[in-house]
């Protein structure tokens, strides 16, 4: 439940029909909003840009981007693909880095390829994205020359062309999903005279088969142009150090061949009719329903103006939601969520849309609800509780930023300023937000969101679209019917609530300490509370006026009943049923103006609510938890949403084979035991709420119950909020006895199958190994293994990948189940084209072999632990980081070793170490294979 409201800027200029010798403008040239003051804005002679956010979070880090005004809207008829293409090779070799070597190198620094080494293309840029962990005037000068060499300097050898034509195969089989797919449907449909829709970024298969360097490297060459591109540099630096780098590094940048015609995007035509579009995809479950409006965007410098008009809009999406989540909590509601939004496609088109799931038999009355909500909104408009409540949550909102904007990582900032300079957005000081929506809140009334909700779905090209799969056997025409239908039913008057009070703010006496210890070689703290509950505490910096809160309680899956697998897996639904004195919807009303989320997540050992909030609702949301805990409401209308998420859930797993990974072979792992990996999704609809209210609440009682809260507040307030919520419960009850509960089977002998899997169009396959960990492995002993996996998954990457083309990225892993004794495996994971799965297993078992032999190097060693060093002294910079470290130390005592002293442990693993242990625990013959292939692609 995310209490605030989600604003949509899209503070667009006019695009540019060429670029002028000077370069691109930056978006605030012509406006009257300004930039954040924060931010140094500079242009070099030959027209390249630059912007610099110095920023301290975390401590000595520094992110670049490298943004190119080039993507697949660029390419021509005979290079659809090429943008994409040419952004793979910039990491197979250039003028400073050779090929296969810069990778390597950049491990040496602490980057790691994929989390801190990056690129996409879209349909108008190339971003290249680069994360030091260390912001030495060595370091950033390395980072820039290879952001240079990006720039200009990719060889485009036909040995790497070849290898990444290989590559982006695989890539195209990964990203072939049913979201996907819908994404390219719905594009044909909503601009069918675009280039949108001949132009995607994963291009046409046929032309990067026949790709030629010549032919990559003329794209390149069109349109690396200096005056189109932007470095931004973002994090623990100063201006004037990092303008001079660039300044040495980029100042030479030239031109390489003549500049050819900007694309351009044909407008829409608008239509008063809505036209009726049906996708069919057997991954789909339910069924998917949007309106849309598309308008043309017309050029202009985005002002303040602007700026409050779209705050009005999004002040009418607060309210709509505010109806649709009441529409969504009713019993036997068709509908299992809505969401509602518009944003610019490419700064040339303004896209609203109104969607929300339903089941294949309900779609007609989900179809009605969507048409009258959005008639109703049209032409009433909204109530006077609706709009004070908006006013409050955008009052709230817009205040709240300015006291968290320490809080954003160099990361988060790098990322927001590329993509507003790729949107041609103005990025604003939160001070300055605030001083216009102070101003504009007094007029923030139902005629100026109204008009705004009007502007913003009048005048377009209307559709709807029906997403399903091949039960759904409407047609347009059917489609169209219940749609007009919705048109003519009289409308009500739209229900105006008043908002009530939070009925859970005492839980008794506050809560007696009886013990509390500072944590050995720690700033935190342990404090047990008389009745049973205990606070583990950590006061950080890293988040200004930011405090997450955890509660975990109960058995969880561990004496889940034989006789009803899954049943734990309800529990995703447990807030949408709200609680005894509010329903979900009128806690979402008495929330707003606050800040914080809630999320429930049921685990194999427990159950465990979070919040994120500012210190000032700290002592609100945890009233919150505690509410959720002792007095859940179990209403027989949540289990719609219910069903909605779960089937979300499956969704997205059964999108392809990657979802028997998590219901087949879990439980083939572990002797068909249904508490590792999803249950089958039929089997879930045979249970009421009833079935888990039972199971459930009996768990509420059992000690110890552990709070983890970690963030900027004091533990003399922390213990206060605890004191006064869970402190306050009646006295827990011993926990009982769970050592029947911990034993999960290995597998007698290891399995070699091959599951085909149905109902999907991915012709993607995979190969998984599991190899078994069947003894105690100390936290110091687990550090180590992910040592070894990661160099595994390195020799993966280099030989699967890169040299033979097969795969996209192969991933290794440590699993051990800490909740069962003795029980865990270390894992790898290849995708390929399902006719080279057995090639690819057995690429996979000649590195294992050698491996196991001692053929480790110094050097690989040396380089994954720098990059596990470089993500662990990131990561100890969070709040989410030490909230999730507490909890695991709470639970399991081993684990504070690894808390306390990981990167010690890292820093001095061995050589020695790390091949004693490849040639322990990859024993030959021993790991089970899994090969998992679509029946598609049997049939081809």
Not at 561 to 571: F, I, W
Request: net charge negative; with cysteine; glycine share 8%.
């Amino acid at each position: 439940m995310r209490c605030i409201i989600a604003l949509v800027f899209c503070c667009l200029l006019s695009v540019p029909s060429a670029f002028a010798s000077t370069g691109m403008p930056w978006p605030h040239e012509g406006s009257d909003l300004a930039p954040d003051p924060r931010i140094t804005f500079g242009r070099l002679d030959n027209g390249v840009r630059l912007a610099v956010f110095p920023s301290g979070n975390p401590k000595g880090a520094v992110s670049l981007r490298l943004y190119v005004a080039a993507g697949s809207l660029h390419e021509n008829s005979a290079e659809l693909g090429l943008a994409h293409f040419v952004e793979h090779l910039a990491f197979n070799g250039t003028t400073h880095f050779p090929a296969g070597k810069l990778v390597e190198f950049l491990q040496r620094q602490g980057m790691g390829f994929g989390a801190d080494v990056n690129a996409f293309t879209s349909y108008s840029s190339t971003i290249y994205k680069l994360e030091l962990n260390n912001n030495n005037s060595g370091n950033l000068r390395e980072a820039l020359q290879i952001l240079r060499d990006y720039a200009d300097g990719i060889l485009f050898d036909p040995a790497a062309v070849e290898q990444e034509r290989g590559i982006i195969r695989a890539e195209g089989r990964v990203r072939d999903t049913m979201a996907m797919r819908n994404e390219i449907e719905q594009t044909r449909i909503l601009y069918p005279v675009s280039l949108l829709v001949e132009r995607l970024p994963i291009g046409s298969p046929e032309i990067i088969e026949h790709a030629t360097p010549a032919a990559l490297q003329a794209f390149y060459h069109a349109w690396y142009q200096p005056e189109r591109m932007t470095l931004v540099v973002t994090g623990d630096i100063t201006a004037s150090e990092v303008q001079g780098e660039i300044r040495r590094a980029f100042d030479d940048l030239k031109s390489s061949a003549p500049p050819r015609p900007e694309p351009v995007l044909a407008p829409v035509k608008a239509n008063e009719k809505f036209l009726v579009n049906i996708h069919r995809d057997p991954g789909m479950l339910g069924t998917s329903l949007t309106l849309e409006n598309i308008r043309n965007n017309t050029p202009h410098a985005f002002g303040s103006k602007d700026f409050i008009n779209r705050l009005y809009l999004d002040a009418a999406y607060h309210s709509i939601a505010q109806r649709t989540d009441r529409l969504a909590a009713r019993k036997d509601s068709p509908e299992g969520g809505f969401s509602m939004k518009t944003a610019a496609v490419e700064q040339v088109y303004l896209r609203s849309h109104f969607e929300c799931g339903t089941s294949i038999n309900q779609w007609k009355a989900a179809l009605r609800d969507l048409t009258l909500e959005l008639r109703r909104a049209q032409s009433q408009g909204f109530t006077a509780a609706e709009i004070a409540r908006g006013r409050l949550g955008l009052e709230s909102w817009f205040k709240e930023a300015i006291t968290t904007k320490k809080s954003k990582t160099s990361s988060e900032l790098a990322d927001e300023l590329t993509a507003s300079f790729a949107n041609n957005e103005i990025v604003m000081s939160p001070e300055s937000q605030w001083s216009f929506v102070s101003a504009a809140l007094p007029n923030l009334t139902t005629e100026t969101c109204q008009a705004a909700l009007n502007e913003a779905w009048n005048n377009g090209r209307k559709a709807i679209l029906v997403t399903s799969n091949a039960s759904f056997t409407a047609t347009p025409s059917d489609v169209a019917e219940v749609h007009d239908q919705g048109l003519t039913i009289p409308l009500g008057a739209p229900d105006d609530q008043a908002t009530a009070h939070f009925g859970y703010t005492n839980f008794g006496l506050p809560g007696e300490v009886a013990a509390k210890t500072q944590l050995s070689g720690s700033d935190s703290w342990e404090i047990t509370f008389r009745n049973g509950v205990r606070l583990h505490f950590k006061q950080t910096a890293f988040e200004t006026n930011s405090v997450q809160v955890s509660i975990r309680f109960g058995i969880g899956r561990l004496n889940e009943p034989v006789d009803k697998p899954g049943l734990g897996m309800l529990a995703m639904g447990q807030l949408f049923g709200g609680l005894g004195k509010h329903t979900l919807n009128e806690l979402g009303q008495i929330l707003t103006g606050t800040h914080g989320s809630v999320v429930f997540n049921v685990g194999t050992d427990g159950f465990l609510f979070t919040t994120t909030s500012t210190p000032e609702n700290t002592l609100l949301f945890t009233q919150l938890l505690t509410a959720f805990i002792v007095d859940p409401a179990f209403r027989e209308e949540s289990r719609s949403q219910t069903n909605a998420t779960l089937a979300s859930s499956y969704q997205q797993f059964w999108d392809g084979p990657q979802g028997v990974i998590n219901e087949l072979i879990g439980p083939q792992l572990a002797g068909g035991d249904s508490r590792v990996g999803m249950p089958r999704r039929t089997s879930l609809d045979a249970y009421s709420l009833t079935d888990f209210k039972n199971w459930f609440m009996p768990q509420v009682k059992f000690a110890p119950m552990e709070v983890i809260m970690v963030g900027d507040i004091s533990l003399e307030a922390a213990v206060q909020v605890v004191a006064q919520t869970v402190g306050a419960l009646p006295a827990l009850l011993p926990t009982p006895d769970l050592e029947k509960y911990r034993t999960v089977p290995f597998p007698k002998k290891p399995f070699d199958f091959t599951w085909t899997v149905e109902g999907t169009k991915s012709e993607s396959g995979f190969v998984q190994l599991y190899w078994p960990l069947p003894k105690h492995v100390s936290g110091a002993e687990q550090l180590r293994l992910a040592l070894m996996m990661d160099i595994l998954e390195d020799r993966l990457r280099i030989s699967i990948r890169q040299t033979m083309g097969k795969t996209y990225s192969p991933s290794t892993g440590v699993e051990m189940h800490r909740d069962f004794h003795n029980y865990g495996w270390l894992t790898c994971q290849v995708e390929a084209n399902p006719a080279d799965l057995l090639r690819v297993q057995k690429a996979v078992q000649e590195q294992v072999a050698r491996l196991a032999k001692g053929g480790i190097s110094a050097d690989e060693l040396q380089r994954v632990q720098q990059v596990q060093l470089a993500a662990r002294e990131r990561s100890q910079q969070t709040n989410s980081y030490w909230r999730s470290a507490l909890d695991e130390g709470a639970r399991y005592p081993e684990s504070a070793e690894m808390r306390d002293h990981g990167t010690e442990i890292l820093r001095s693993a061995t050589l020695p170490e790390i091949n004693r242990m490849a040639r322990d625990y990859f024993r030959p013959n021993q790991a089970s294979i899994f090969r998992i292939i679509p029946k598609a692609a049997v049939k081809k």
